[in-house]
């Protein structure tokens, strides 16, 4: 069964930092470019991050640009999320999703999604 | 900056054919895809590059494009199709969504 399991959220204060973490399995993970999307209480969907099938690309919104860092450890089928300076406009449902394609391109859609870890930043 | 945009309801009754648009600056130029988010559910991919439809997505879902705007149609619309349905699509590099369309099957 192909699947993908967030985890690592929680409450974290403003200023501080947390790392999510995606566990992939029921596909070659290394064969496929992986994303983050987010989804404030009650609002819509929000790309916040994408990386290449080898890590040699990576993409971000401006929202989360010089913030966050998106890796991957193809050995460990894992994909990460490290954030920093968190804000509370962070404060989201923050999805784990696979590409179709290897690369980032045009033509990249999203076609598996996990269940999401859920990070709130308040003091 | 690029915006894809979405009307943000649309009510059909069960049987009728539901068209959900999204309109973006050259979006014919793009590829887009539509996804389907019922409550409290992750997304799941319906359509993508426009027309295609992934295994397992039910042939009543169907994708066109035209100028700038995509569409995605739902004939034979049934209860169970009630969701929040999200258009995307890439632009220089950044994936965009639109805002959803809140579709209602009374």
């Known amino acids: 069964e192909v699947q993908l399991v967030e985890s690592g959220g929680g409450l974290v204060q403003p200023g501080r930092s947390l790392r999510l973490s995606c566990a992939a399995s029921?596909?070659?993970?290394?064969?496929?470019?992986m994303h983050w999307v987010r989804q404030a209480p009650g609002r819509g969907l929000e790309w916040v991050s994408g990386?290449?099938?080898?890590?040699?690309?990576?993409g971000y919104a401006d929202s989360v640009k010089g913030r966050f860092t998106i890796s991957r450890d193809n050995a460990k089928n894992s994909l990460y999320l490290q954030m920093s300076s968190l804000r509370s406009e962070d404060t989201a449902l923050y999805y784990c999703?696979?590409?179709?394609?290897?690369?980032?391109?045009?033509?990249?859609?999203?076609?598996?999604w996990g269940q999401g870890t859920m990070v709130t930043v308040s003091s | 900056s690029y915006e894809l945009t979405q009307p943000l309801t649309l009510s059909v009754s069960p049987g009728q054919t539901a068209r959900i648009t999204c309109s973006g600056d050259?979006?014919?130029?793009?590829?887009a895809s539509w996804y389907q988010q019922r409550p409290g559910q992750s997304p799941v991919l319906v359509i993508y590059?426009?027309?295609k439809r992934p295994s397992g997505i039910p042939e009543r879902f169907s994708g066109s494009i035209s100028g700038n705007t995509a569409t995605l149609t739902i004939s034979g619309t049934q209860a169970m199709d009630e969701a929040d349905y999200y258009c995307?699509?890439?632009?220089?590099?950044?994936?965009?969504f639109g805002g959803g369309t809140k579709l209602s099957v009374l």
């Open positions: 999703a696979k590409d179709l394609r290897r690369v980032l391109d045009h033509r990249g859609t999203f076609d598996i």
């Open positions: 029921g596909f070659t993970f290394d064969d496929y470019a």
């Open positions: 990386i290449t099938w080898n890590s040699r690309s990576t």
């Open positions: 050259k979006l014919g130029e793009k590829y």
């Open positions: 590059q426009d027309t």
């Open positions: 995307q699509a890439w632009d220089s590099s950044i994936v965009l």
